[in-house]
């Protein structure tokens, strides 16, 4: 993700966004021991776990996760993964221009009153998963939380200097396409590894996600081509992208037929949005979170109450489409609202308190210099 966000920036910016990702794993890394992990995946209420489990009390090198067969130490580095991604993908709404202090201030409120609640009701036992909202590996978690966050977020902090007309264009869009490259393979640990099993459930959600991924971004080839006149890098992988987000909630429940239909469905609704948002509305939302993020991983939430259906190759459900889709819809309600005003209510704390905005000086210079110190580029 740091390769894929740091390609897309300016030279002057390209340092500051790699360590806001490395420094979003090593904090997330710690807070999830201390308290994270217990308050998503222990007993507690329908809204949030407990903190039974806080520093892996009572997990030793034998026990194994409730209802699977593996220890629990790799459950908790695996969900750790999720917890680590998803913040980290906020970043790229607000690129170039938010303070480095701030952000991670923001990360850690916003792990506790946003992601570990969001992820407990969902994975948790809460009562979304309750309800019966089926999301297989983050579409509401990972995606609509952060797609939400980052939408908010890219309001109040305002536009890039420059923006819209004179925004500069990505400084190194093959840098971006090795980390879009490496999202990619790294989506199967994700959604194959969401099946905690290596069989046969592990094996099509790989499929689903390979397939999903691969329509997309021919399919958004295929619309700048036609728009255009010239098929884009930059737009390839982010439909590439954009897939990998929307079969994400789908991609344990569905067929390769409904996978490459949702691929299709995920670049043309996403592609549409970029537009939306940057254009139409005037949002800087600088790396489109917003756009393939949240809204694909609402598309994905929203499709997967369809395709899961086993006249579709699904693996079935005791609802009708018609009822299951409700339910999804509650779902995705739920998570992007309670995400939304979380996080506008930690920032506008934050704006009020530390600032959330670097100096137009600094701003201009760049982060790499003014925020660390260092340069990208010595030439």
């Known amino acids: 993700l740091a390769l894929f966000y740091g390609g897309l920036v300016r030279a002057q910016n390209v340092l500051s966004v790699l360590m806001q990702c490395f420094a979003i794993a090593c904090l997330v890394s710690v807070l999830w021991v201390v308290g994270l992990y217990s308050l998503t995946f ?7 776990g407990d903190m039974s489990k806080a520093f892996l009390a009572g997990v030793g090198r034998e026990t194994v996760f409730a209802n699977s067969t593996i220890p629990e130490t790799v459950y908790f580095m695996f969900q750790m993964t999720f917890a680590i991604i998803t913040p980290a993908l906020i970043i790229g709404a607000i690129v170039e221009r938010i303070r480095f202090q701030a952000l991670l201030i923001f990360v850690a409120l916003w792990m506790f009153l946003v992601y570990a609640p969001v992820a407990h009701w969902v994975w948790g036992g809460g009562w979304l998963a309750s309800l019966g909202v089926l999301d297989f590996a983050g579409g509401l ?37 090795t980390g879009a490259a490496m999202l990619w393979v790294g989506w199967f640990g994700f959604n ?6 290596a069989g046969g459930n592990a094996g099509m959600a790989m499929t689903a996600t390979h397939l999903s991924a691969a329509i997309a971004g021919l399919t958004w080839m295929t619309i700048e081509w036609l728009k255009y006149g010239r098929p884009s890098m930059v737009g390839m992988i982010t439909g590439a992208i954009a897939g990998l987000a929307t079969i994400t909630p789908a991609s344990g429940f569905v067929g390769p037929g409904a996978a ?32 393939v993020h949240g809204v694909g991983g609402a598309t994905g939430i929203v499709l997967t109450g369809v395709f899961v259906d086993a006249a579709f190759g699904g693996i079935g459900h005791h609802m009708t489409i018609v009822g ?18 979380v996080t506008f209510l930690l920032a506008t704390g934050l704006q009020a308190t530390f600032g959330l905005r670097v100096s137009e000086e600094d701003e201009l210079k760049g982060l790499d210099i003014t925020a660390h110190g260092e340069s990208g580029y010595n030439v």
């Open 42 to 48: 222990s007993a507690g209420t329908p809204w949030i």
């Open 141 to 177: 978690v990972v995606h609509v939380t952060a797609g939400a966050s980052a939408l908010v977020l890219a309001l109040l902090l305002g536009p890039r200097s420059g923006f819209p007309n004179d925004v500069k264009l990505p400084h190194a869009p093959w840098m971006s396409v």
């Open 192 to 197: 194959a590894g969401s099946a905690l099993a």
């Open 260 to 291: 490459l239909i949702i691929g299709v469905v995920a670049s043309s609704v996403c592609f549409a949005c970029v537009s939306l948002v940057k254009r139409r509305l005037q949002i800087d939302d600088s790396l489109d979170v917003f756009a």
């Open 324 to 341: 299951h889709v409700g339910v999804q819809l509650i779902g995705l309600v739920a998570t992007f609202c309670w995400s939304a005003v």
